[in-house]
């Protein structure tokens, strides 16, 4: 079936730090991969997404990369801010059904 | 802008009263979804729907059934509270292509006394 895979942390990095969350997936066919953002008290709101192999969606200074051949879309930025502290989940949409499918989520602190 | 709206964000029942969740979206979108978000478990799907009357049971249904009378409302209910059902409940909504994205509301906080 399919499946998301995520470090489920806590990440606690300082501000300006690099940042990797790693997400990878099973899946048939071509699946569309997200990332979802949510703020304490809030629902998940998208943050990037990325619907063929080797595009790269990209939001508020976030990257990811959908990479086929290792079946993974790592998220990753260069310099985080104590704003970016949140719960991150990767998703994915199958090719051939309607539901999506989350992973477990990542929290991530900035420390000031 | 896209907007997937939920009737309360906080709400306190007491075990056994009938409780009704609502979700209204404005994208004209096909597919609706509710979930349950609960500490260590991430989100389950509870039922989604893919058009006006059509519903569909996800992973954890038992305890709640659904209403889609009209394409932008997706109604979830609690036919008898009970203290396990005190959660964050988001709803989403979708379009039906394969890429599209899945747009979330705000989230209400359920207590069940």
């Known amino acids: 079936g399919n499946s998301v895979t995520q470090m489920e942390g806590p990440v606690t990095l300082s501000e300006e730090a690099f940042l990797t969350i790693n997400c990878t997936y099973t899946?048939?066919?071509?699946?569309?991969l997200f990332w979802y953002v949510q703020y304490p008290g809030e629902g998940l709101q998208l943050l990037l997404k990325?619907?063929?192999?080797?595009d790269k969606g990209s939001n508020k200074g976030f990257e990811a990369t959908y990479r086929k051949e290792t079946t993974s879309f790592h998220l990753e930025k260069g310099s985080v801010q104590v704003s970016d502290s949140a719960v991150y989940f990767c998703?994915?949409?199958?090719?051939?059904?309607?539901?999506?499918?989350f992973g477990p989520g990542t929290r991530l602190s900035v420390l000031p | 802008d896209v907007k997937v709206t939920q009737s309360s964000r906080y709400l306190v029942k007491r075990t056994g009263e009938k409780v009704f969740l609502e979700c209204v979206q404005d994208?004209?979108?096909?597919?609706m979804f509710w979930y349950r978000q609960d500490p260590g478990l991430g989100l389950r799907l509870i039922y989604f729907?893919?058009?006006?009357?059509?519903?569909e049971k996800g992973d954890i249904p038992e305890g709640y059934s659904v209403s889609r009378e009209k394409k932008e409302r997706f109604s979830l209910i609690l036919e008898s509270a009970s203290t396990n059902q005190t959660s964050m409940y988001l709803c989403?909504?979708?379009?039906?292509?394969?890429?599209?994205?899945?747009?979330f509301g705000p989230g209400t906080r359920l207590t069940v006394l």
């Open positions: 989403a909504s979708s379009g039906s292509g394969n890429t599209d994205t899945q747009y």
């Open positions: 899946a048939t066919g071509y699946p569309s």
């Open positions: 990325a619907t063929k192999a080797d």
């Open positions: 998703a994915l949409r199958p090719s051939d059904g309607q539901n999506f499918v």
């Open positions: 994208m004209d979108h096909e597919n």
């Open positions: 729907s893919y058009d006006v009357k059509m519903k």
